[in-house]
């Protein structure tokens, strides 16, 4: 009842100045929304490298063929034979049968070719893989069936489709049983994958992948069909590529081994490469970092929402101020009619809690208004201005802003701090005025 | 100090129809370096049922009087009995508690709270009850139909004219039922017929047995009370009682008594 009372009183006074009162609130107002929309944000990009980074796999290994720079090269003693590097089958066999604790190991060949059926066509990527590698990477298929070891031992001309390319290839018909062209060979369409988003780029080390024009045939087909020696063509001119190994995917089966694991992999292929032309990848490492990037961000967060929660605090501070020297008389009043200066104080920072207190509520309802927003400015960006849209990186695109639950609390108490703490100074500052003098105040 | 024990013969707690009383109060102010003496060893006693008014030029003391009495200020020296304790030595807090229990206020400019209503402003002193008054919503309806001002509870003090302000602050002055009502100037802002309404009212309240110290230089409120107490150089210059049948009607010619 008490508590009531002085809440109504609180905000009584302050009515008596709408419009100041509502610029104290709004400063408050703002700097909670901030906090919580900026935490929302960062909390919506980590989780989605995070997801990226577990969709790899924690427990996996990831190593790519790099191509080295050209000097450097292997065997490129002979231009006509083109450059040679990356990783090789043998280095496979090497792996798998060297570190005890992969699990699971899948090599793979990939490479951009157009696959085409009657008048369709598309920029194919072509992924040439064992039956492990849709296990491994999370493809579900959604009709059909996937590549399987028969398909391995009998070379079998056989295809795989992703979902996108499946639509675009068959708009109408039902591509299984079908054949689709890749350079010069036909592929009987076995199976298409179901629908999967695209991955971003992480760190530096995996490029963004798209998995929309993905088609994957048996790793043995490619091999006997297309070969390790490629084709580009670069600027004009043609150059010959052999690659074996796009890359190996190892699995381990205990999430402690895969540092070590990671460090025997790369011992090995040291061992074995004289130039640099692979990458080993470990997402759990990425995911570490990630974390550590999340606590940064966090911590760099906190302290701009300290900052603009501080000139907030500021801001109902000088009305305080302002509203005591105003309010002397009244202090003056309550004084001699037995207030105490305990009770005037409380009074006042009553009122400082209640600005505050509103600041922090109106905010984090604003707060709860960041999705929507931000899906209203991406709408309106997309629709207005498509260049600047497709100039984006994907990950401001596809970013969905996360409310933290923890960043709401926070926020709506550290603005009930300020109030209290900014509050203290020009509550004492009435409950210290003489009585006398301030019945006096005109 | 044993020469001036001799003035106030009976040291110690007054006796008990002596609601409030001072004993060789003084009250010392420095102002840019030298001593003031605002009140001289003042001695005064109220019992209950007084009704005095303070009279004196300006500077004669009476305003630091009236702030010793209301418990605003505390005296250099002396004691200052009320309801039997000597408040003179109380800390802030005490005293603060002292003045919301013991004494009411009226002042000069009414002094309402104006972002509270009338019935609010006379919850006022009930808010600082420690422990709090039981059926203090009631007590206040009930005053505010005493003043004649039942019809506007809800209405501000900026929609009041003065004499009606300055009887929700009378309402207010009586809400917490204290021994002692002090007004300071109660009719200083007010036109002659609603200076006598006040009057009557206070008249009225005094018959009903309430102790009334008012300060005044208006030799015709004075003498509505039962006493006039003056002051000059913060010493009591005189003090006299006034013959109540000898109040005139209208009470508009004064009648001036010389120290």
């Known amino acids: 009842m008490k508590f009531l009372q002085q809440l109504r009183l609180g905000f009584r006074s302050l009515l008596l100045h709408k419009l100041r009162s509502a610029l104290a609130v709004l400063g408050i107002l703002i700097g909670v929304t901030a906090v919580i929309w900026l935490v929302a944000m960062g909390e919506g990009v980590s989780y989605q490298a995070q997801q990226q980074i577990k969709d790899l796999g924690a427990t996996s290994i990831i190593v790519r063929s790099i191509k080295p720079a050209e000097e450097s090269s292997r065997s490129d003693s002979n231009a006509r034979m083109g450059i040679s590097y990356g990783l090789l089958r043998e280095d496979f066999e090497r792996i798998v049968t060297n570190v005890p604790t992969i699990g699971r190991a899948v090599p793979m060949r990939e490479i951009s070719r157009e696959v085409r059926h009657r008048e369709q066509f598309i920029d194919g990527m072509v992924i040439a893989c064992t039956p492990d590698y849709f296990g491994m990477n999370r493809l579900k298929i959604a009709r059909g069936r996937a590549i399987s070891e028969i398909d391995m031992t009998s070379y079998a001309n056989v295809v795989v489709l992703a979902h996108e390319a499946a639509v675009k290839l068959f708009p109408i018909e039902d591509p299984l049983g079908r054949a689709v062209q890749i350079g010069q060979e036909f592929y009987v369409i076995i199976g298409v994958a179901a629908e999967r988003s695209a991955a971003a780029a992480i760190g530096g080390s995996l490029d963004a992948r798209q998995y929309d024009r993905d088609v994957y045939i048996p790793l043995t087909t490619f091999r006997v069909r297309i070969g390790d020696r490629v084709f580009t063509s670069r600027a004009g001119s043609f150059q010959l590529e052999t690659v074996e190994l796009t890359q190996i995917t190892a699995v381990v089966d205990d999430m402690k081994e895969v540092d070590s694991t990671a460090d025997i992999i790369r011992v090995l292929l040291q061992r074995y490469h004289k130039v640099v032309d692979y990458a080993i990848v470990v997402p759990k490492e990425l995911l570490e970092q990630a974390e550590t990037m999340r606590a940064m961000f966090n911590v760099l967060l906190l302290l701009i929402a300290g900052i603009s929660l501080l000139v907030g605090g500021i801001g109902i501070m000088n009305i305080m101020l302002a509203t005591v020297t105003e309010r002397t008389r009244e202090i003056g009043i309550r004084r001699a009619l037995g207030a105490t200066k305990g009770e005037i104080v409380q009074q006042f920072l009553w009122e400082t809690v209640v600005l505050s207190g509103t600041g922090g509520l109106l905010g984090v309802l604003f707060g709860f208004l960041c999705g929507p927003t931000v899906n209203g400015v991406r709408f309106g960006v997309r629709a207005s201005l498509p260049e600047v849209w497709a100039a984006l990186p994907p990950n401001i695109r596809n970013l969905e802003p996360r409310l933290a639950p923890w960043s709401i609390i926070a926020a709506f108490a550290i603005s009930v701090g300020v109030g209290i703490v900014f509050g203290i100074y020009p509550a004492r500052r009435a409950a210290n005025m003489d009585p006398i003098e301030a019945l006096r105040h005109e | ?259």
């Open chain 2, 1 to 259: 100090m044993p020469p001036k024990q001799a003035l106030t013969p009976s040291a110690g707690p007054p006796p008990r129809d002596v609601v409030a009383a001072i004993r060789s109060v003084s009250k010392v102010y420095s102002l840019g370096g030298h001593e003031v003496k605002a009140l001289d060893n003042v001695s005064i006693e109220f019992r209950q049922g007084d009704y005095v008014a303070i009279m004196g030029s300006s500077g004669s003391g009476k305003s630091t009087l009236l702030n010793v009495l209301g418990c605003l200020d505390r005296p250099t020296t002396g004691q200052y009995y009320l309801a039997g304790q000597d408040v003179a030595v109380m800390d802030d807090e005490t005293l603060s508690r002292i003045r919301g229990r013991y004494l009411g206020f009226i002042f000069q400019s009414y002094n309402l709270i104006q972002q509270l209503s009338v019935v609010e402003n006379i919850e006022v002193p009930l808010s600082y009850q420690r422990p709090p008054m039981p059926g203090g919503r009631e007590r206040c309806l009930k005053l505010a139909e005493l003043v004649g001002l039942s019809k506007r509870l809800g209405h501000r003090p900026t929609e009041l004219s003065g004499g009606q302000q300055q009887r929700v602050a009378i309402a207010r002055a009586l809400v917490n039922n204290p021994h002692v009502i002090l007004a300071d100037e109660p009719t200083g802002n007010l036109d002659t017929a609603t200076s006598h309404e006040i009057m009557d009212l206070l008249d009225a309240l005094n018959k009903a047995g309430r102790t009334i110290v008012m300060v005044t230089h208006e030799n015709d409120i004075a003498e509505r009370a039962r006493r006039i107490v003056r002051l000059r150089d913060g010493r009591i210059e005189s003090v006299s009682e006034v013959r109540r049948e000898a109040l005139p009607v209208a009470g508009l010619t004064s009648s001036v008594s010389p120290g």
